[in-house]
């Protein structure tokens, strides 16, 4: 929407970044069965432009797990509004922790 544009009309990098942690937090929660929290977002890049009214996908793989941990790849396509072509505008890498109910580390899956 307008409200999520840069001064130049394009979508601001910023919100583009806000849908991937959320996909991918989504992602971790199912994952992990429970509370995951954001610490690190890495390789960031914008390799396309999204216009104001393209629809967004955020596809998300697992890259790695540790103990309490889970590395998580996202990709954010842009398809055109009133078309099938689609392009890659954003990807990165998303670091999130399983936590407990005392917002401690647990190991994913208890």
Same mark, same amino acid.
Not at 38 to 51: H, Q, R, S, T, Y
């Given at each position: 929407m307008p409200?999520?544009?840069?001064?130049?009309?394009?979508?601001?990098?910023?919100?583009?970044?806000?849908?991937m $942690?959320?996909?991918?937090?989504?992602f971790?929660?199912?994952?992990?069965? $429970?509370?995951?929290? /954001?610490?690190?977002?890495?390789?960031?890049k914008?390799p396309?432009?999204?216009?104001?009214?393209?629809? /967004?996908?955020?596809?998300?793989?697992?890259?790695?797990?540790?103990?309490?941990?889970?590395?998580?790849?996202a990709?954010?396509l842009?398809?055109?509004?009133?078309?099938?072509?689609?392009?890659?505008?954003a990807?990165?890498?998303?670091?999130?922790v399983?936590?407990?109910?005392? $917002?401690q580390?647990?190991?994913i899956?208890?």
């Amino acid at each position: 929407m307008p409200a999520d544009t840069n001064p130049y009309g394009g979508v601001f990098g910023g919100w583009l970044m806000s849908q991937m $942690g959320l996909a991918c937090g989504s992602f971790a929660s199912k994952h992990s069965r $429970g509370k995951a929290i /954001l610490v690190a977002a890495d390789a960031i890049k914008f390799p396309g432009a999204m216009a104001v009214g393209d629809e /967004l996908s955020v596809y998300v793989e697992l890259r790695k797990q540790g103990r309490t941990s889970l590395r998580l790849k996202a990709e954010a396509l842009a398809r055109e509004r009133d078309g099938e072509a689609e392009k890659l505008v954003a990807e990165g890498e998303f670091t999130f922790v399983a936590l407990d109910t005392d $917002g401690q580390p647990r190991a994913i899956g208890t």
